[in-house]
């Protein structure tokens, strides 16, 4: 008989949502550990402290430590260049990529008084929105789905953004003010997709998983992840791509901001017959085109 295999998982109900789901969904048995990571105790500004690899090293410690043998991630946490020994063997089907509007005060984004207050942690919504609205002011927003609703009910700042995959899959669908197209905000980098991460020598896990994984929402999120690797993209640079499998071809969408919104450099290209190796391909290269492009007129690190 063979043992159990150990799905690994941070604590927010998120995380432990998506843990489920990949339980659920395997035929084998399975336990769920709970560990946590850097991101979950850090109060102040990811960037400041490595940025979203957070998020995921304790995981990616255990696995390698052949603690737990599958790590659940949001891939969007997920680090585009990883540890030699691992792969993530499988990406399940996204979810709805685009932004959540939340807010009490105003019924749509275009809605916001001038000089409202915005909560979010992320610089690119925050740069996204500066482009659009210059009169807007920001607050730092961190904490799970609850925590930051919560801060905005009491009024904490007059409105917030949230993925709404994380809504949809909390069964908070309902709370979701509006919906932004992703023309209007451009979503970061592999948002609302789950991946499997596991050790490339295991050969049992890689098998076990291998049926959840969504080879169109694979193929999307591998262009998009090489974009971000080309941009050497991390919490302080604010990035946004989104793939889409339309019509037999792959269509891309890239972008950079600057953090005040004054400038973007944007790429847009279809790719037909795709394969995972050709969508790597355009990301990279796409992301290296508007690196040279940009220059000096993007700060990217600090």
């Known amino acids: 008989m063979q ?21 659920s969904l395997l035929s084998c048995e399975t336990e769920i550990k709970v560990l946590k990571t850097s991101g979950d105790t850090i109060k102040g500004d990811l960037k ?78 925050r740069a996204q929105l500066s482009a659009m609205r210059p ?48 023309h209007i905000m451009l979503p970061a980098p592999a948002q609302g997709a789950i991946g499997i991460e596991i050790r490339k020598e295991d050969a049992r896990a890689a098998k076990v998983i291998a049926p959840l994984n969504h080879d169109e929402t694979h193929l999307a999120i591998t262009a998009e992840r090489a974009f971000l690797r080309a941009l050497d993209g991390s919490c302080r640079t604010p990035i946004a791509a989104l793939a889409e499998v339309m019509d037999g071809g792959l269509n891309f969408r890239g972008e950079v901001i600057a953090k005040d919104g004054s400038i973007c450099f944007a790429r847009t290209e279809r790719l037909e017959a795709p394969s995972k190796e050709k969508a790597f391909a355009m990301g990279l290269r796409l992301g290296e085109d508007i690196r040279k492009e940009a220059g000096e007129r993007i700060k990217w690190d600090e």
């Open 3 to 23: 043992r159990k295999l150990i799905i690994g998982t941070r604590g927010s109900p998120l995380a432990l949502y998506q843990a489920n789901l990949v339980q």
């Open 48 to 125: 400041e402290f490595g940025g979203k690899g957070l998020f995921t090293k304790e995981l990616e410690d255990a696995l390698m430590q052949g603690r737990i043998d599958l790590a659940v991630h949001s891939m969007k946490d997920v680090p585009t260049i990883g540890q030699d020994s691992l792969m993530v063997g499988a990406i399940l089907e996204r979810e709805d990529p685009r932004d959540a509007f939340m807010s009490y005060k105003a019924a749509k984004l275009t809605d916001l008084p001038e000089g409202a207050i915005v909560g979010s942690a992320s610089i690119r919504r």
């Open 135 to 182: 009169d807007i002011k920001f607050k730092l927003l961190r904490g799970n789905v609850g925590t930051r609703l919560e801060k905005l009910k009491n009024e904490d700042c007059d409105a917030t953004f949230l993925a709404c995959a994380g809504l949809k899959r909390l069964g908070l669908e309902a709370l979701i003010t509006e919906a932004i197209d992703a």
